[in-house]
């Protein structure tokens, strides 16, 4: 290949590629093709190299720039802020406007130097974005100065207009451009840095649920309730489409739910999105509270009765109580205990009366209540019922005897459920009564209670106790 006379060595294929291209490369292309039997020549091609001299003089050759109005913006060498070069706004007359443009890709910040020498408050050098003036004007005798403009997400179209009103001018009558520099800000992805809490509330109470997040702004929140969507922003589609969804002003960090019910109770997670991508919290769960239970000290305890006592809050919810008792901490028995109103947010107290209890006995109790949040177990408690001293009339038929060395007590106790032990003594004094076990319980049938006699006593006496 050869441009105008020169020989470019080493080109044998039937493509030439030229990179980075300067105004030397200019000229006429054209190639011979040889081969054994002979060669010939290509007609010329023709490279114009033309220098974008606005990007230049502004130090921004990554952005395209095209100017307009009257009279087009020029790059110069007299007056700069580089002391290199610098884009002059067109020699403009009254009335007319001369400007020059780019396009930005946000977000980010845009930032340049610019002069104006012109008839102060009326021929002005300003700068636009999508067609907004921002901030104002330079106008008058003002030497460089550096402004910032903030470049939101997106493509946007940045232009500086000289313009001037329909009479008189002052100065060199124009403005200047120098050292365009725009900085892109690195996206940054929605990232959580605090989920949603998880939360207990009282029906008609209010409930938030709070999430910190970072990444560029602006962030949008998509809150929802059991993986459905129920705030978001931006809208949805649009109007009238199947799916439509409004935006909400309530989709916010916070989301609020006022007067929660039992059809509020759920699964919460926000979405949180920015231009650059999104990412969903954790779930936080609202719970409605169970009813409070309180279990008080039983009163009115006999041999065979006692009258239990509790409290109980239903925290807004339809509750049902009851009391539990039974002589083990496993209870086995309960009674229902009416609560008006069931579903109240106050605490209510309530009792029962037992009868037909066992006397010498411990009794564990405690009061439950259970409404649609769950059953909330009262904290266990115990009574004691005292014990009935031995009748003359509860030992019927009592018969000791002595039989190869036995000692057989033969009795029938009448009232059941009864515990009792024989005891032996020497001498019938206090704390000399032992035990011969084993404990024995009444049930109104025949007991036979048989020890072995004591070979080395002359005498023993026997007696039946209560177990304690
Ligand atoms: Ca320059
Ligand atoms: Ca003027």
Known sequence: MRGNISNISGATTATL???????????????????????????????????????????????????GGNVPWFAQTVTTHDGVDAARSGAITDSQESTLQTTLTGSGILSFWWKVSSEEGWDMLEIYLDGVLQGDP?????????RAVTIPIGTHTVKWRYVKDESYYNGQDAGWVDGVNFVADIPVLPQIATQPVSR?????????????ATGTEPLNYEWRKNETIILITPAVGAPG??????????????????????VDVGSYTVVVSNAYGSVTSSAANLTLAPPLVIT??????????????????????????????????????????????????????????????????????????????GTSPGVDMTFETPAVPIAAAELVAPKMEICDGDANLTIQVSVPGRAYQLQCSDTMAPGTWQDLG???????????????CNP?????????????
């Open 138 to 146: 330079i106008t008058g005798e003002t030497d460089w100065q550096q």
């Open 296 to 373: 008080s000290e039983a009163n009115g305890i006999t041999t065979s009765s006692a009258t239990l006592h509790g409290a109980v809050n239903p925290n807004g919810l339809s509750s049902t109580a009851r009391f539990e008792y039974g002589l083990t901490d496993a209870y086995g028995s309960k009674v229902r205990v009416t609560l008006s109103p069931d579903n109240g947010l106050t605490e209510q107290n309530v009792s029962v009366s037992l009868n037909g209890l066992q006397s010498g006995r411990t009794y564990h109790y405690r009061l439950t209540a259970t409404s649609g949040s």
């Open 17 to 67: 590629t030229l990179a980075n291209v300067q105004l030397s490369d200019a000229g006429n292309y054209s190639v011979v093709v040889t081969n054994a039997y002979g060669s010939v020549t290509s007609t010329a091609a023709t490279l114009t190299v033309i220098v974008d001299t606005l990007s230049a003089a502004v130090d921004s050759p990554g952005l395209v720039w095209t100017t």
């Open 241 to 262: 489409d199947p799916g439509y969804m409004p935006p909400s002003s309530a989709a916010t960090a916070t989301l609020t739910l006022t007067n929660v019910q039992l």
């Open 200 to 212: 207990i509330n009282v029906v008609g109470t209010t409930a938030t649920f709070t999430v910190m």
């Open 456 to 468: 080395a006593a002359t005498r023993q006496f026997y007696r039946i106790a209560l177990q304690e």
């Open 438 to 452: 084993p404990v024995r319980i009444g049930d109104g049938n025949i007991l036979v209670i048989s020890t072995p």
